[in-house]
């Protein structure tokens, strides 16, 4: 048990209000010559690191110790969508690869679905010790209990230290079913993973709302979930000579009934995601106006890439909601992202950071985009633009 | 029919930065809303009270100033609503904050639906409905786009999965959680507003759970652990152009030419 506790004896009235004052969520309330926690605490023990002549502790007792040894392999959720494999699985396989080296575990992957051996082929292609295939009628599309029932037959038979899974809308729903059903943590949109010599895994991820990165672990269950974004981490390239073993895997099928039925499934039109842009032209705050966002849109289209947007642009309705780049849109790493009035923010940072060539163009010298920008450009979108289309309509001779 | 809206007061801004010297966030001062998703979930349960007639339960939790939203889903015409607030759910991450809200609905329910919106703006996780509907032991069907149809036994959703719509018939009890595109959230009424300053608001603490044992809350019921937050790097290997317009437009159409993301014309 880990706690906060006042300890009335070594408070004088000057310091109860100290700690009063040092609270930013305004926790701590005097009263009558008594200091009280109120439901605004969150934890963040501030009033810990602060001098307080020992009025202000906190107690913890250790808590009952996961055999970690019994919780062996990084594994992966093969997400099946639209009958393929989504890429973000084969992304995270590498890294699985990579985690799983540094351990010493097996990599194995664990894959509901419907006919969908050639994924299993795939994912021994890219380095899949093991493949956990659940092959039924009833996993033909996604639906919650069927799937978590499956993952959660793989998890029990098989005691993974930790499962990865995509940052996509199945990845975040499913995950998070099972990780409460196992009574066990999840940390969602990892950017960075790491792992311990005793398996305990190193999770980064932006939070709250992004401008702040925070290390998460999960030190005393199993298994660790985390999730992924989709081109987070590198695709991998597929190992020289795989040696993997398919395993089929039978489930009693009253396991796989939902009470959900599928009426039907309509496959979404084949635009071109922001994701699989190879050049992004992004705009931020500095347009001024949505008849703008034209000037923007050709210079994509000359460049053959896709126009992107922030938050705010998205929230405006400017534009579609698809092309929001960052932690609440979409993560993307185009070779080439050309950042316009974009003042950087983490959130938007998050999405858009792998990207090979980021240039930036703001006004203020001081925006953090210039942080990250290869090619920081302090000056005036609505003069710079309108030269380089110029430019380009003569062929590049100014 | 009785439907819960869970939501959450967030901070106004996500502006926040991380005091150098102590390593902790710097929230002073900080205005705090509704979580702008929130409203999307209110919506839909509101548009089901119309269309079926039912009773629409608000709930939160969060501090005791948490109740200011709770207001607000009263202007925007909920029935009721309930603060779930105490120290001891303070540091809970994604699973304790799951288990307590569920809890929270077992004390303030049953419930034919519960909604949830897609994320918080401060937390991002959007994990949260998810966890909630297994600790309720009941189904989910999330990125929930359209209600087509709705009955009291069952909602017709449609879902937006990457690359498909599907459309899903859901009995109830169940949970969802709604996009923005569900329908534009109606304003908070004036009307209501008079009609509803007095309601009072049912308000629950750890002893009113069926679970009240406090080692499942709270940082105590949280498997994961913040190690240490700190502001994001930057590395060094930077260019900075500076200059009258024509001449950065010339360098910039330079290097979109070098690098071949533009064509010479032949």
Redesign the interface.
Known sequence: ???IVVNMANLTPERAREIVEIC????MEYVDGKIV??????????CL?RDTGGAVTFEDTPRTAVDKSKWRGIAVYAEI??GRL?PVSLELLGKARELAARVGHEVLAVLPGYRVGEAARELIAFGADRVFVYDAPALE?????PY?AAVEDFIRNNHPAVILAGG???G??????L???F???????CTVLDIKENSDLE?IR????????????????RPQFA?VRYKIFALPEPVASPRGEIVECRIAPEKLE???????????SPEVGIEEAE?IVAVGRGVRRAEDLEMFRRLAS???GQLAGTRCLI?NGWLD?RRQIG??GRTVAP??IICCGISG???F?AGMKGSE?I?AINTDPAAPI???????????LY???P??E???EK??S? | MKIAVCIKQV?G??????DPE?G?????GVESKLN?YDLYALETALRLKEELGAEVVALTM????AEAILREAFMMGADDAVLV???????A???AT??AISQALRAAGPFDLVICGR?T??G????????L???LGI?????VVRVVRANRAEL?LV?????????????LPALI?VE?SIGEPRLPSYRLKLATAELPIRKL?LADLPDSD??HY???G???????????E?DG???????P??E???R??????T?K??Q??R
């Not at chain 1, 926690?37 to 501030?46: H, K």
């Not at chain 2, 910039?252 to 030419?257: A, I, P, S």
Request: charged share 20%; proline share 8%; with cysteine.
């Open positions: 048990m880990a706690r930013p969520f305004g926790a926690i109120n439901g605004s605490c969150r934890m963040c023990r501030l690191k969508s639209g989504h599309n996604f639906r919650i209990e978590a996509t809308p199945i975040r729903t499913l995950a998070p079913r990780a409460a059903r009574r066990t943590g999840l940390t969602a949109d999770q932006p939070a709250f709302g992004g401008n702040i990165m925070a290390h998460i672990n999960t030190p005393h269950h999730t939902s009470v959900i039925r599928v009426i039907d499934v309509e496959p979404k050049v000359r460049l053959n929230e909601h932690l609440s070779k080439l923010s983490v959130q940072a060539r240039v210039f942080n990250l920008a290869h090619i920081g450009i302090v000056g005036d003069e710079i633009i030269d380089l110029k430019l380009i062929g590049g100014l | 901070p801004t996500t502006q926040v930065e991380v102590t902790t966030l710097k929230r002073d702008p969060g501090p005791p100033q607030s105490d120290r001891r759910f303070a540091g991450d994604v699973l799951s288990y994320q703006t401060d991002d996780t959007a994990q949260v409905g998810a966890e509907a297994e600790f189904p989910h069907v999330a990125n017709t879902c937006d999965l990457p690359l498909e719509l599907q459309t899903v018939a859901l009995p959680c923005k603490s406090e080692k709270g940082l105590n949280s498997p994961t652990q913040v190690i240490r937050i700190f502001p994001p930057t290997m930077r260019e900075r152009w500076d200059g317009a024509a950065i437009a010339r910039l159409g330079e290097y979109l030419f690098h993301f533009l010479q014309p």
